[in-house]
């Protein structure tokens, strides 16, 4: 099994370069299917509150026997937990869940703007990371807008931010954003799920040409974008193709032929972090 190559983070640390969406994992069927994520290579888990599967997670690393500082963790924090206190007990809530000491990088998932208390959430994150509960700090789904706010607040950037990109939508704005301040894009949906475009053109010539399949060509179209994506599969076979795609290289006419995909609201079900509210 060849290891995925990682990113460095703005914090120091360093990420895989792929990870493992496991939304809706769930019970010993879940945890089967994130064990078997681990065996065939993948070292960094995507889970959240609101996934309700912490539990089996843990429980896949647990099963795995592979040692904790060789899988990073990531969670979330609910809309409902945006105050202070509420953030701080969400965290140590979701560690107990986990069965860790701490994850690997916690992330607010979703801006919720009209409640109006995601900067309190951040402050909260800042000082777990320093209180050593989470390594690496970061959100998902903020805007330019938000990524501001909480910048000016606390004088600390995200390391990460968790965006709905996909060939159906693949943000060059918020891309170059991410770019400008140092902050590494994380895909969620990176297939575009429902809407992965694995009979379009672009995607099964790239895949004839380099002999692989059009899900290897939309990640590795992630890969060259600088975006890290995170699929989910409860299938073996598809996990272990999705991590296998270091050994190509699209063309430049072949990445710009996918990002042509886009569309100018691609979104799968119009999740505007500026409006969409999940608690
Ligand atoms: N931050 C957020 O707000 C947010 C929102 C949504 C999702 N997420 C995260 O992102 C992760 C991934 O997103 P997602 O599950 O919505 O979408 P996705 O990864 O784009 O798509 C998953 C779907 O694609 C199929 N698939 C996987 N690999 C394939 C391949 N090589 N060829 C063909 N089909 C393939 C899977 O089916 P099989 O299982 O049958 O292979 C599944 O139905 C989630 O698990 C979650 O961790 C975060």
Same mark, same amino acid.
């Given at each position: 099994m060849a290891d995925t190559p990682t990113y460095a983070l703005n914090d120091g640390t360093t990420i895989p370069a792929i990870g493992f969406g496991t939304y809706p994992l769930r019970g010993e069927a879940g945890t089967g299917a994130i064990l078997n994520a681990l065996e065939v290579g993948y070292r960094l &888990?995507? @889970?959240?509150?609101? =996934? /309700?599967?912490?539990?089996?997670? %843990?429980?896949?690393?647990?099963? !795995?026997? &592979?040692? #904790?500082? /060789?899988? &990073?963790?990531a969670s979330k924090i609910p809309g409902r937990h945006h105050g202070y206190e509420d953030a701080v007990a969400s965290v140590r809530a979701s560690l107990e869940r986990l069965g860790l000491e701490h994850t690997d990088l916690h992330?607010? *998932?979703?801006?919720?703007? !009209? $409640? %109006?208390? =995601?900067? /309190?959430?951040? #402050?909260a994150l800042v000082q777990l990371q320093k209180d050593g509960l989470v390594r690496s700090i970061g959100v998902s789904n903020f805007t330019e807008e938000h990524l501001g706010r909480i910048i000016d607040d606390t004088g600390v950037t995200p390391a990460v931010n968790q965006v709905e990109l996909h060939p159906r939508?693949? $943000?060059?704005?918020?891309? +170059?954003? *991410? +770019? #400008?301040?140092?902050?590494? @894009? +994380?895909a969620w949906s990176p297939m575009g799920k429902r809407r992965a475009p694995l009979d379009e053109d672009a995607v099964t010539s790239a895949a004839r040409a380099h002999d692989v399949s059009p899900g290897q060509v939309i990640l590795r179209w992630h890969v060259q974008l600088g975006s890290l994506p995170i699929p989910k599969s409860a299938d073996a076979t598809r996990q272990a193709e999705n991590l296998d795609v270091f050994g190509f290289e699209l063309t430049p006419a072949e990445v710009a032929a996918i990002t042509a995909l886009g569309e100018d609201d691609g979104r799968l079900f119009g999740g505007d972090p500026d409006t969409h509210e999940e608690m």
């Open positions: &888990l995507d @889970t959240a509150v609101n =996934y /309700e599967n912490e539990f089996e997670v %843990g429980e896949a690393l647990r099963r !795995s026997g &592979l040692p #904790r500082d /060789e899988v &990073l963790v992330l607010i *998932h979703w801006p919720n703007p !009209s $409640q %109006g208390k =995601y900067v /309190e959430a951040w #402050r939508f693949p $943000q060059d704005r918020m891309r +170059e954003v *991410h +770019e #400008r301040l140092g902050i590494r @894009t +994380e």
